[in-house]
């Protein structure tokens, strides 16, 4: 069993930053990906950034050159540090990794609770 606890969401003003923390706790023997998505009111879920295993990003292109993710990984944590905070960055944002619970399990997807992000005056 794996859990992911995200933290550090919260309301700022537009401009503001956050940084948000996501924690994998349970049994893993390896991640691959470990990534955030966010969901923003009738919106479906996106795609904000991913990092696999190494050192390249992806980030979708809203976020480009404002937001940065970065991993810790002797600490399974994945962090998203949010600058120029628009209020359409408003949404819950959820932490997603891909890994590994054994040698033989295979690669298995886990999804964080979601914190909430506000951007507004």
């Known amino acids: 069993q794996v859990q992911l606890v995200e933290s550090g969401g919260g309301l700022v003003q537009p401009g503001g930053s956050l940084r948000l923390s996501c924690a994998a706790s349970?049994?893993?023997?390896?991640?691959?990906?470990m990534g955030w998505y966010r969901q923003a009111p009738g919106k479906q879920r996106e795609l904000v950034a991913a990092i696999p295993s190494g050192t390249s990003t992806n980030y979708a292109d809203s976020v480009k050159g404002r937001f940065t993710i970065s991993r810790d990984a002797p600490r399974n944590t994945v962090y998203l540090q949010m600058n120029s905070l628009k209020p359409e960055d408003t949404a819950v944002y959820y932490c997603?990794?891909?890994?590994?619970?054994?040698?033989?399990?295979?690669?298995?997807?886990?999804w964080g609770q979601g914190t909430l992000v506000t951007v507004s005056s």
């Open positions: 997603n990794m891909v890994l590994e619970t054994t040698m033989t399990s295979g690669y298995v997807e886990v």
């Open positions: 349970g049994s893993i023997w390896s991640i691959h990906t």
